[in-house]
C-alpha cells in the first residue's frame, strides 16, 4: 500500500501508529478532518488478519465520521481508532497505554465505545485521558438513540419509494439482534412490522422471536428473503458483489457501518437493481449526536430532535440523488462536502481579516 497516496486520496489530516511493548500493544488512530471540531469516533479492538486491514478499516471509518458529523450539523470532526488485537488478550494495561496515546493528542481526537469495547473499558481507557465520552447514565448509552434514527431513516426510506408514513404490514429484514438491532426490532414491531431476523448468537434471535414475533433464518439466509427492506446491524462490507444479486428488499437501511464493500462499485450496482440505500454514516448518526451532546452537557430534547432530523436529511439526499441522477452515497457525501468546504472557508476569511 502506497501510505500517503492512500491518504491524500482519502483526505486524511494525520494518521498515528501507536506502538509499545510493555505491555504490547499495536493500535491505529486515523484523524480524517477536524474542520467542523476535534476529531471524534469510538474505538474498535479487532483481531484484524493484516496491519493493511486495519488501516484500512481505520482510514475509511474515521472518513465516515467526517460525513457522519457534516450530514447531522454535529460541529465535529471525523476519527476512528482501532486496536490490533485478539478480544482475548484484551488487558487493562492494554486499555491504560491506549489511553495514553489518545491522551498524547490533547483532545484532537475523543473517544469511546466501539466493536469489542465495553462501557467498562472506555472507563479504564478514561483513568488515563479525559478524552472519552459515551459513559453518561442521563443519556442510556448510543445504543438506544441510534436505533430510533434508523428507524426514522426507514421510515424516511418508506416515504420517499410509497409516498406513505405507514409501516405496518410491511417485511423487514434485520441482521445482527445486537445493542442496536433488537431495539430497532422493538420499534418496528411496535408499528406493525412483520420481522425477519437472524444473528450469529442463536440465543439473540430466540429472544426476539419470543418479545416481537419474529422469524428466524439462518443467518446466510438473510439477504435473499422477500421482503421490503433490508437493515444491516451487524458487520460493514456486507453490500459486496455475492450478496446484492440475491437482494429482494426495495430498500436497505440499517445501521451497520461501512455496508458497501466498494463504495462506488456497489452503489451503483444497487441503483441497477432499483434498491434505494440509506448511506450508513447518514442512518446510523444516533450515536454521535448522543455522545456529542453528553460531551457538552446533556438536553434531551435537543439530542431527539437531533436524531429527527436525520428524517428531513434522507429525504433531502434522496430528492438530490434523484434530481441529479447520481447516487444516495455521492449526494450524501456531496452535502457532507459543501457543509465543510463552506466551514473551511469562512475560517480562512476570518484567519486573513
Ligand atoms: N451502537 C451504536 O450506537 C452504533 C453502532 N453502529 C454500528 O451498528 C452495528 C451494530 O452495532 P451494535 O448493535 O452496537 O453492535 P453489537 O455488537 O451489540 O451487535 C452486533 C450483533 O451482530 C451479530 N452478528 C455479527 N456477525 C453477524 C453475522 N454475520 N450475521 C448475523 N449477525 C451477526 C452479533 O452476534 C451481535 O449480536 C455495528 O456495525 C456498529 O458499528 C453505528 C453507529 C452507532
Ligand atoms: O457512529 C460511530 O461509528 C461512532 O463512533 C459513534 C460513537 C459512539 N460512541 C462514541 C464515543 C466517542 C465518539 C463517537 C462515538
Redesign the pocket.
Known amino acids: 500500500m502506497l501510505l500517503f497516496e492512500t491518504v491524500r486520496e482519502m483526505g486524511h489530516e494525520q494518521v498515528l501508529f501507536c506502538h509499545g511493548k510493555n505491555p504490547e500493544i499495536k493500535a491505529i488512530i486515523a484523524i480524517h478532518d477536524t474542520t467542523l471540531g476535534p476529531a471524534m469516533g469510538?474505538t474498535?479492538l479487532f483481531p484484524y488478519v493484516s496491519e493493511e486491514a486495519a488501516l484500512k478499516d481505520a482510514l475509511r471509518?474515521s472518513r465516515g465520521m467526517t460525513y457522519?458529523a457534516a450530514c447531522a450539523n454535529i460541529p465535529a470532526g471525523g476519527g476512528k481508532a482501532v486496536i490490533i488485537a485478539n478480544p482475548d488478550n484484551k488487558t487493562d494495561d492494554l486499555l491504560r497505554a491506549y489511553g495514553r496515546f489518545v491522551n498524547s493528542i490533547n483532545g484532537r481526537f475523543i473517544t469511546g465505545?466501539?466493536?469489542?469495547i465495553t462501557p467498562d473499558d472506555v472507563r479504564t481507557i478514561g483513568q488515563e485521558t479525559q478524552y472519552v465520552v459515551g459513559l453518561s447514565e442521563k443519556s442510556g448509552?448510543?445504543?438506544p438513540?441510534?436505533?430510533l434514527g434508523v428507524f426514522l431513516g426507514i421510515k424516511a426510506a418508506v416515504e420517499f419509494r410509497w409516498q406513505t408514513k405507514r409501516l405496518d404490514g410491511m417485511k423487514v429484514a434485520v441482521?445482527?439482534?445486537?445493542?442496536?438491532?433488537?431495539?430497532l426490532c422493538r420499534y418496528l414491531h411496535e408499528h406493525g412490522v412483520q420481522l425477519f431476523v437472524?444473528?450469529?448468537?442463536p440465543a439473540?434471535a430466540e429472544e426476539v422471536k419470543q418479545l416481537y414475533g419474529a422469524t428466524v433464518v439462518e443467518?446466510s439466509e438473510?439477504y435473499s428473503l422477500d421482503v421490503d427492506v433490508f437493515a444491516?446491524?451487524?458487520?460493514?462490507a456486507?453490500l459486496n458483489s455475492h450478496t446484492i444479486p440475491f437482494l429482494k428488499a426495495s430498500i436497505v437501511a440499517?445501521?451497520?457501518?461501512?455496508q458497501l464493500e466498494n463504495e462506488q462499485l456497489h452503489s451503483q450496482m444497487l441503483v441497477k437493481k432499483g434498491i434505494l440505500y440509506s448511506p450508513?454514516y447518514v442512518i446510523?448518526?444516533?450515536?454521535?449526536i448522543?455522545v456529542y451532546n453528553e460531551m457538552i452537557g446533556y438536553d434531551e430534547e435537543k439530542a431527539l430532535k437531533q436524531v429527527h432530523n436525520i428524517y428531513n436529511t434522507l429525504l433531502a439526499i434522496f430528492d438530490i440523488a434523484k434530481q441529479q441522477g447520481v447516487t444516495t452515497n455521492d449526494a450524501a457525501k456531496k452535502l457532507a462536502e459543501d457543509r465543510i468546504a463552506r466551514v473551511r472557508s469562512n475560517k480562512n476569511k476570518a484567519i486573513a481579516a
Open positions: 469510538a474498535r471509518l457522519k465505545q466501539d466493536v469489542n448509552g448510543p445504543a438513540i441510534t436505533s441482521q445482527g439482534l445486537g445493542n442496536v438491532g433488537k431495539n437472524t444473528d450469529i448468537n439473540k443467518p438473510i444491516p446491524c451487524a458487520l460493514g456486507i440499517g445501521a451497520a457501518n461501512n450508513d446510523n448518526a444516533g450515536g454521535l448522543n
